[in-house]
C-alpha cells in the first residue's frame, strides 16, 4: 500500500497524506467515518421516542458519558472537522427530542431550545474544536 496515494483506517482513525495550505505534505488523522456512524448511532439510541418519559437530565447526563469516552479517544490528529459535524448533530438530535418530549409544536428553533441553553441549562456536552497540540 502506497499511504502517499490512498488512506486507509486503523483503530477507528482514518490516516491519509495530505497537502496543507503552505504546500507541505503531512499525516492527516481523523476518526473514520465508520466510528463517527456508530456515534450517532448510540444517540440516536439515547434519544429515541421510547426514552421521552425519563427527565432531560437523566438522558442528557448518559449522552454526555458516551460521548465524552468518544471525545476523550478521538481529541488527537486533525479531528477539528468531524467534531464541528459531531456537535451540530447532538444539538440538533437533543434539540428535536427536547422538543418532542414537551409537545412542542412551533418554534423548533426558538430560546427554549437554543444552543447556550442546551449547554448552559441541560448540560449538554461540547466538542472540543482545537486538538490538544494546538492547545500548547
Not at 49 to 76: C, D, L
Not at 113 to 127: A, E, M, Q, V
Amino acid at each position: 500500500m502506497d499511504f502517499e496515494k490512498e488512506s486507509f483506517e486503523f483503530l477507528g482513525f482514518r490516516l491519509a497524506w495530505r497537502k496543507g495550505r503552505s504546500g507541505k505534505s503531512y499525516p492527516h488523522c481523523e476518526p473514520s467515518p465508520k466510528s463517527c456512524s456508530k456515534l450517532r448511532e448510540v444517540i440516536r439510541e439515547e434519544t429515541t421516542r421510547s426514552t421521552q418519559w425519563k427527565a432531560p437530565e437523566e438522558v442528557i447526563a448518559r449522552v454526555n458519558m458516551r460521548v465524552r469516552g468518544w471525545i476523550g479517544y478521538f481529541h488527537y490528529g486533525n479531528s477539528s472537522r468531524v467534531f464541528n459535524k459531531m456537535q451540530w448533530h447532538l444539538t440538533e438530535r437533543m434539540r428535536r427530542w427536547l422538543w418532542k418530549k414537551h409537545g412542542k409544536t412551533k418554534a423548533h428553533y426558538g430560546v427554549t431550545y437554543s444552543n447556550k441553553r442546551l449547554h448552559d441549562h441541560y448540560g449538554l456536552i461540547s466538542f472540543p474544536m482545537h486538538t490538544i497540540w494546538q492547545n500548547s
